[in-house]
């Protein structure tokens, strides 16, 4: 993984930009949308159009499967400031009031790796998964997935010391 000191849609903004990552939980409204209250989920929502609906679709598709855990979920490709690119949704908490979990987070990064793999992409621009409100140390988040994330994966919003 690269780290970089910049904010997220700054650097998601960037023409070399394949796929930009949102955390998520897999809590699904009445409405059949995926909860993105808060947070990068919440500007991700606000930013691209019924994002919510796809997401909860899917997820519910995971789940009817008999896995709630979906680790990731696509959407795309988009246009965001002139560049194509496809949005992920990783999942770091099954609930979006409770904090994540780590093993999740680990689930959920080798799920972003393989999709990464598969789509070939070179640049993917991640927040540090569950570190906001959900509750995780950069520190005990980046123990989990140091050797799943290469340097495809471009981490921001943790300064040059660790801290978010």
Known sequence: MIIEDIGFWERAG???VDAIVCTTNNIIKN???????????RAFRDTFPYLDINWGAAAEAAADGGNPDYGVLIDG???????????????????WAK??????????????SDLADVLNWQRIICPAFGCNNGGMTWDEVYKKTKKILDDRFIIVGVSSDGVI
């Open 14 to 16: 960037k023409d070399d």
């Open 31 to 41: 409405n059949g949308a995926l909860v993105m209250g808060a947070g990068i989920a």
């Open 77 to 95: 490709p988009r246009v965001y400031n002139r560049t194509k690119i496809y949005l992920v949704g990783f999942q770091t908490k099954r609930d």
């Open 99 to 112: 904090p994540s979990d780590l093993e999740l987070i680990q689930y959920s990064a080798q799920k972003l």
